[in-house]
């Protein structure tokens, strides 16, 4: 009982350390400096392996999270930054560094087993509070490695494998707070989203149900997501803000995995790079426009789809400008934009999702949505920056990612375009026919004028008259 009184400042802990890596802002100047790999090998060879693994496993994960009762999974995640940085800091090839990305991939998509762990670690009433201290736990993680990270290099003259070291230091932390989290007592349901703490009354079925295999599991899993994708998005407006939230998460995948290369490329005095500051400083603006969005939630009931294509409209400008005027402190303000707009994007959006489903549906469609996102980035990475493909440096990359803001822009209008046609021609058949309908009318009261009784013959001059 105590321990699991420890779960959650366990679980805050955990994250603290799992995101305090002061060495991530200077990753590509160190693979590039340090580790001596040409900005060819890094943006064409090694980044892109991120995209192709994170799909994958992220399916992977979600659907045997649940099996394995969270705590096996936040393992793994943690077992994978730690892998991650050890590479960092030994690995000399570039098959070493397309290792780390698949590491880092397990890593990331493993955060969605602890924020699954706390609908069973806290009581519902509980679980705002503690998903709200658990971002902030994120917030000061990273904001804070990241400011570290610039100070350190700038004025204690820290190297970048230095500040590699500390970050390894600190995911090894990590991994020995997540083997503490204590087990849970239930589990939500495969791919249901739901949590109900059983009564005593349950614990035989609950005996029963630990006897079926993980086959079958999986099996009645697979079958309730294809039920729960029926449900999810049979309604217009899950399916409008679904869309949102994915090309917006798609647009963040793309620019993420870019940003620093073309950095690097804009860059002319190593000495007057700012990326720690800028890396907090745009999570800090970030976290608390999402925040503001959240506080003031009746004016984000009010919102049309129609601001969040504008709003990509302003991200594909955020992704234009740095091409066209290369200055990297222009690079820095746009960054820091789109991730604020990106931010504010996926908020709106999961935010009318929520009000347009129940409870237990909610969790799948962000998931759903995920993976959409993470399967358009795997195609545009793959198309786009794969050596084996195009190969596009950095700043043709930010042209094609602007090119795809604009085009999900265009098909949202279109399709905006076509609905309205059909409601006009549906809202016009049944005028039509009341119009018809009246017109006969009067036309059988002037024959009966003209001709003097019903069914009268008309004149030739009448019949002129009365068309």
Same mark, same amino acid.
């Given at each position: 009982m105590v321990l699991s009184r420890l779960a959650v400042p366990i679980l805050l802990f955990y994250v603290f350390f799992r995101d305090f890596r002061p060495s991530e802002p200077f990753l590509t100047p160190f693979l590039n400096e340090s580790k001596n790999f040409t900005?060819? !090998? %890094?943006?064409?060879?090694?980044?892109?392996?991120? =995209?192709?693994?994170?799909?994958?496993?992220?399916? &992977?994960?979600?659907?045997?999270t649940d099996i394995v009762r969270y705590r096996p999974m936040i393992w793994l995640g943690a077992m994978g930054y730690v892998s991650t940085w050890l590479l960092l800091v030994y690995g000399k090839t570039v098959q070493q560094m397309q290792l780390m990305q698949v590491t880092y991939a397990i890593g990331t998509a493993c955060e969605v087993a602890y924020k699954s762990y706390v609908f069973v670690a806290v009581t519902k009433e509980?679980?705002?509070?503690?998903?709200?201290?658990?971002?902030?736990?994120?917030l000061l993680g990273r904001?804070?490695?990241?400011?570290?990270?610039?100070?350190?290099?700038?004025?204690? !003259? %820290?190297?970048?494998?230095?500040?590699?070291?500390? =970050?390894?230091?600190?995911?090894?932390?990590?991994? &020995?707070?997540a083997l503490l989290i204590p087990a849970p007592q239930f589990s939500i349901g495969l791919n249901d989203g739901s949590a109900v703490q059983p009564s005593a009354s349950d614990q035989d079925k609950l005996i029963v149900d630990e006897n079926i295999s993980h086959v079958q599991k999986v099996k009645e899993g697979l079958q309730r997501g294809k039920t729960n994708i029926f449900l999810s998005y049979k309604s217009v407006q899950t399916r409008r803000w679904a869309y949102w939230a994915i090309v917006s998460s798609a647009l963040y995948f793309m620019v993420g995995n870019s940003s620093q290369s073309l950095w690097k490329d804009l860059e002319h005095d190593k000495k007057k790079r700012y990326n720690g500051y800028v890396v907090g400083v745009t999570g800090l603006l970030s976290s608390f426009s999402s925040w503001v969005l959240t506080r003031y939630s009746h004016s984000v009931e009010r919102t049309k789809a129609t601001v969040l294509a504008l709003l990509t409209l302003a991200i594909a400008l955020t992704t234009l400008l740095p091409t066209i005027i290369q200055n990297l402190y222009l690079a820095y303000v746009c960054d820091a934009i789109f991730n604020i707009i990106t931010s504010c994007c996926m908020t709106i959006s999961l935010f009318k999702i929520a009000h347009s489903l129940t409870t237990n549906l909610y969790g799948f469609v962000v998931g759903v949505n995920a993976c959409i996102?993470?399967?358009?980035?795997?195609?545009?990475t793959f198309i786009v920056i794969d050596e084996r493909v195009l190969s596009f440096n950095p700043r043709q990359q930010y042209w094609v990612y602007t090119g795809f803001a604009v085009l999900c822009v265009l098909l949202y209008f279109v399709y905006k375009c076509v609905v309205l046609a059909r409601r006009d021609s549906a809202t016009e058949a049944p005028r039509s026919r009341a119009v018809s309908f009246a017109e006969n009318e009067a036309a059988d009261i002037r024959r009966k004028e003209l001709g003097g009784f019903v069914g009268g013959n008309l004149s030739d001059d009448d019949k002129i008259l009365d068309a």
């Amino acid at each position: 009982m105590v321990l699991s009184r420890l779960a959650v400042p366990i679980l805050l802990f955990y994250v603290f350390f799992r995101d305090f890596r002061p060495s991530e802002p200077f990753l590509t100047p160190f693979l590039n400096e340090s580790k001596n790999f040409t900005k060819h !090998e %890094i943006n064409n060879m090694i980044y892109p392996v991120w =995209s192709y693994s994170q799909l994958p496993i992220f399916i &992977l994960v979600l659907v045997t999270t649940d099996i394995v009762r969270y705590r096996p999974m936040i393992w793994l995640g943690a077992m994978g930054y730690v892998s991650t940085w050890l590479l960092l800091v030994y690995g000399k090839t570039v098959q070493q560094m397309q290792l780390m990305q698949v590491t880092y991939a397990i890593g990331t998509a493993c955060e969605v087993a602890y924020k699954s762990y706390v609908f069973v670690a806290v009581t519902k009433e509980r679980y705002s509070t503690v998903s709200f201290y658990l971002a902030g736990a994120t917030l000061l993680g990273r904001s804070m490695s990241s400011f570290a990270s610039q100070i350190l290099h700038d004025h204690a !003259e %820290i190297s970048f494998l230095q500040l590699h070291y500390i =970050s390894l230091a600190s995911v090894s932390l990590a991994l &020995l707070l997540a083997l503490l989290i204590p087990a849970p007592q239930f589990s939500i349901g495969l791919n249901d989203g739901s949590a109900v703490q059983p009564s005593a009354s349950d614990q035989d079925k609950l005996i029963v149900d630990e006897n079926i295999s993980h086959v079958q599991k999986v099996k009645e899993g697979l079958q309730r997501g294809k039920t729960n994708i029926f449900l999810s998005y049979k309604s217009v407006q899950t399916r409008r803000w679904a869309y949102w939230a994915i090309v917006s998460s798609a647009l963040y995948f793309m620019v993420g995995n870019s940003s620093q290369s073309l950095w690097k490329d804009l860059e002319h005095d190593k000495k007057k790079r700012y990326n720690g500051y800028v890396v907090g400083v745009t999570g800090l603006l970030s976290s608390f426009s999402s925040w503001v969005l959240t506080r003031y939630s009746h004016s984000v009931e009010r919102t049309k789809a129609t601001v969040l294509a504008l709003l990509t409209l302003a991200i594909a400008l955020t992704t234009l400008l740095p091409t066209i005027i290369q200055n990297l402190y222009l690079a820095y303000v746009c960054d820091a934009i789109f991730n604020i707009i990106t931010s504010c994007c996926m908020t709106i959006s999961l935010f009318k999702i929520a009000h347009s489903l129940t409870t237990n549906l909610y969790g799948f469609v962000v998931g759903v949505n995920a993976c959409i996102a993470g399967t358009l980035d795997l195609l545009v990475t793959f198309i786009v920056i794969d050596e084996r493909v195009l190969s596009f440096n950095p700043r043709q990359q930010y042209w094609v990612y602007t090119g795809f803001a604009v085009l999900c822009v265009l098909l949202y209008f279109v399709y905006k375009c076509v609905v309205l046609a059909r409601r006009d021609s549906a809202t016009e058949a049944p005028r039509s026919r009341a119009v018809s309908f009246a017109e006969n009318e009067a036309a059988d009261i002037r024959r009966k004028e003209l001709g003097g009784f019903v069914g009268g013959n008309l004149s030739d001059d009448d019949k002129i008259l009365d068309a």
